[in-house]
DNA sequence: GATAGTGCTTCCTTTTTGGTAAGTATATTG
DNA sequence: CAATATACTTACCAAAAAGGAAGCACTATC
C-alpha cells in the first residue's frame, strides 16, 4: 500500500484511519457523496493541501471515489467505496468512546 | 487533554488512539498486564523512547496504569483502565476490516 | 571483571506532517 | 470590470513526531 510493513491487521487499519484527516474525511461522508467544498466546510481547521492531499491519498488506499464532473467551474465529488463504508462501524465505536470520555 | 480542540467525539477518540503506538499498546494491553520488556518484545519495531513516552503520554490520558514493583532489578506493569478497556471494541472492529482488507 | 537484564532518560538527527501564499482557468455575480 | 467561487497544485518554510545511540543504577550471572 505505501511500502510499510503492518504486523498486524489492527496496525494496518490505523494506517487508513490514524492520520491527521483521513479518519474525519471517511466520517464525514457517512452520509453520502459530498463536494470538496462541503468537505472543506465541515472539516473547520483543515486546508486546501491537506484537503486534497488525504482525498488523494483515501483514493489510492480505495476508501474513496473521486468523480470529476468536468464542468467550469469545477465540481468534484467524493464518495465511499464499500471498504471505506464498512470502515464506519469503527467510527460509530470511536463516536460511542468520545462521547463518554468527555464527559468523565 | 493536551490543548488541543476537538470538535466531535471521533475527533477525540483519534487523538487518543491515532498516534504511531498508541493505538497498538491498548491493543497489545488487551489480555492483562505485561512488563515493559514484554511489550517491546511484542510491538516489534518500537524503541525503548517511543514506548516509555508513549506509555506515559497513555497513563496521563487515563487508558493505561502503571505499576512499579520498586524492586531491582525494576519491575514495572502496565495494564489497560476501565476507559482503556473500553477501547477495545474499536480495536476488534479495526482487526476485522484490516483482517478482510488485505485479503482483497 | 565483563556481560546481560531491567526500565527508563537524554541528546541529536531524520522524517513526516502541517501550514501559508500564490497560481490556474473559467463562469457568474454585483 | 472587479470580485467571487470552484478544485485543485506547487514551492517554500515551520513544527511535530519519530528514530537511534548511548548512558544510568543496580543486580545476578558467567
Known sequence: MNGAIYYCPVDL??????????GLIVWALRGG????????????AVNDKMLS???????????????????VPPKVE????????QLLVIFEKMEAWGAHYSEV
Chains 1, 2 share one sequence.
Open 13 to 22: 487499519t490505523l494506517s487508513v484511519v490514524g492520520g491527521r484527516w483521513q
Open 78 to 85: 467524493y464518495n465511499l467505496t464499500e471498504n471505506g463504508r
Open 33 to 44: 457523496p459530498k463536494r470538496f467544498s462541503e468537505l472543506k466546510r465541515e472539516l473547520v
Open 53 to 71: 492531499q488525504t482525498l488523494k491519498l483515501l483514493a489510492e488506499q480505495g476508501i474513496v471515489t473521486r468523480t470529476d464532473f468536468q464542468s
